[in-house]
């Protein structure tokens, strides 16, 4: 019997379970094992061989993993999903699987400070080239494309500027040469944006962040074809190891079911401190996928179902000014990751974006001066009146 198409809210409980498999369980179980015993050695060959379905070891795969697997497909609208240790086991899995020796990845104009790294080990140990581009238009991508060019990786919004990237314009023109477009999209999550149904071929997350939602995992995910996540298993993921624990597994299932419930708090929160902050005389510039007075704005517009529950903005002063600042916030928690329950601030010049050499953090408008809010669960005005508070004091 076809399963009917239920919305989002629905489908994220749901999906991939079949508690009749599991004995009933409601939830599903923690299938906490290293390794799967086999009926007889003829089973054995034939599940090593691919001639049979079925678990083998967990490095390999995991009931428990294999829901959540399951699930963030389904919601990401793509064919496959593969779980990781972490959003950088994730990044890393997939920028191996699509390069090799001498190819060009394209980069958006910034992207996260280990990330950056990533790129950078590519280059020194295995000659894979980068660039970063700005993707405001098909004829400065056209420019920045080159023969060698095997792999377009996009943030949106960028972290931290919270730069949009058009995702459909790039898939476009990236479909015509054969490019696959990679897109970090740990920022908005499934429930604000899709970008494999935009037409990119790959979609990660730092799933430590809002598919979380509790502070409590470390995490990656990353969805696309059947076939190229099966690439990824049979190579890097096997290989190199870097696999999700079912315990980890099963917290991120837990965490999913709230998912659209804490992203509506964490945009409508967002919304209401953007407009607090947006004329205060202390903020220099304010960067949010909501202010209608950005030039990205259209963009948000077009692929993202909410402006997302992130706000990075300047202060008047200078690198102490903005670190001042953070002194003095008494509920507001200094802390880098994002996504959780609580508000987070922190200072990407000296933290999360810190490996960067200054002169490419200027490149991407990552300034001295900069804060990263993540905006939380609690009381919006809970949150603005510490802010008020904090700046009063700079």
């Known amino acids: 019997m076809k399963e009917k198409k239920r919305r989002f809210e629905t489908e994220v409980i749901h999906l991939g379970y079949r508690s009749e498999k599991h004995d009933n369980s409601l939830i599903p179980p923690i299938y906490q094992t290293s390794t799967f015993t086999f009926a007889n050695a003829e089973q054995g060959e034939k599940r090593f061989a691919g001639g049979e379905e079925g678990f083998i070891y967990s490095r390999l795969g995991n009931p428990t ?7 963030v497909a389904a919601l990401e609208k793509g064919e496959a ?7 950088m086991a994730a ?56 023969p060698n060019t095997t792999c377009i990786y996009i943030e949106t919004p960028i972290n931290p500027t919270m730069k949009l990237v058009d995702l459909q314009m ?32 790959v979609v990660i997350h730092s799933a430590t962040k809002y598919i979380c939602g509790h502070g409590d995992v470390i995490a990656g995910l990353a969805a696309g074809s059947k076939d190229c996540m099966e690439r990824i298993a049979r190579t890097v993921q096997k290989d ?27 945009c409508e929160n967002a919304k209401k401190l953007f407009m607090f902050l947006k004329d205060h005389p202390k903020i220099e510039a304010i960067y949010f996928p909501g202010d209608s007075q950005s030039p990205d704005y259209s963009i948000m517009k077009k692929q993202m179902k909410k402006p997302g529950g ?54 991407m408008g990552i300034e001295n001066n900069l804060l990263r809010l993540s905006v939380g669960l609690e009381a919006w005005v809970d949150i603005k009146a510490d802010l008020e508070q904090a700046l009063a004091k700079i």
């Open 65 to 71: 993993v294999k829901i959540l697997e399951e699930r």
């Open 240 to 266: 190199v190891g870097g696999i999700l624990s079912p315990f980890d597994a099963w917290l991120l299932l837990r965490g999913l079911k709230t998912l659209p419930v804490r992203m509506d708090r964490h």
């Open 91 to 146: 990044v890393s899995a997939v920028l191996m699987t699509l390069t090799k020796t001498g190819d060009h990845i394209l980069c958006s104009n910034g992207v996260y400070g280990c990330t950056f790294d990533f790129l950078q080990l590519l280059k020194q140990k295995y000659q894979i080239e980068h660039d970063f581009s700005l993707m405001d238009s098909m004829e400065e991508l056209e420019r920045k494309i080159l």
């Open 310 to 363: 992130m706000i990075s903005f300047t202060v008047k002063g200078t690198k102490e000014t903005a670190q001042k600042l953070m002194n003095h916030l008494e509920l507001i928690k200094i802390a880098v990751s994002l996504g959780d329950a609580e508000t987070l601030i922190q200072h990407p010049a000296t933290m999360t974006h810190s490996a960067v050499p200054e002169k490419d953090r200027k490149k």
């Open 81 to 87: 999903a593969l779980a990781f240790a972490s959003g």
């Open 170 to 201: 790039v898939a476009q023109l990236a479909k015509t040469k054969g490019i696959p477009v990679v897109v970090d999209n740990t920022f908005c999550s499934p429930y604000l944006q899709t970008p494999l149904s935009l037409g990119c071929d």
